[in-house]
């Protein structure tokens, strides 16, 4: 069982940025792919962005593209999450993910595949 913990929300101004951490308490992260995804008030969670166990595979929902990257430290058993040029359509409570993949290079985007979800953080963004 991984545990997940969420940190770096908060209330920024439209074009602003947000770097969101998680950190696993686990023995190895690195047996894990993670991911982030948000749930903004009245929707359906959706996914964010992913990287696989290595770090060397990620990938990114198109609303995000070019704006977030997502990156980890293994040895920290850290994922992170770096927000720039943020929008009001950002705001929501963004929840960190894992999911055990057999494929070190493998990234997962659905919701069914997640073993495991952080309690989220909220990032609120003004316009």
């Known amino acids: 069982q991984v545990q997940l913990v969420e940190s770096g929300g908060g209330l920024v101004q439209a074009g602003g940025s947000l770097r969101l951490s998680c950190v696993a308490s686990?023995?190895?992260?690195?047996?894990?792919?993670m991911a982030w995804f948000r749930q903004a008030a009245g929707k359906e969670r959706e996914f964010v962005a992913g990287?696989?166990?290595?770090?060397?595979?990620?990938l990114y929902a198109d609303s995000v593209k070019g704006r977030f990257t997502i990156s980890r430290d293994n040895a920290k058993n850290t994922l992170y999450l770096q927000m720039n040029s943020l929008k009001p359509e950002d705001t929501a409570v963004y929840h960190c993910?894992?999911?055990?993949?057999?494929?070190?290079?493998?990234?997962?985007?659905?919701?069914?595949?997640?073993?495991?979800w952080g309690q989220g953080t909220q990032v609120t963004v003004s316009s």
């Open positions: 993910a894992a999911a055990f993949t057999v494929n070190s290079n493998a990234v997962f985007e659905r919701r069914n595949d997640v073993a495991n």
């Open positions: 990287i696989s166990r290595s770090g060397r595979s990620t």
């Open positions: 686990v023995r190895s992260s690195s047996l894990y792919a």
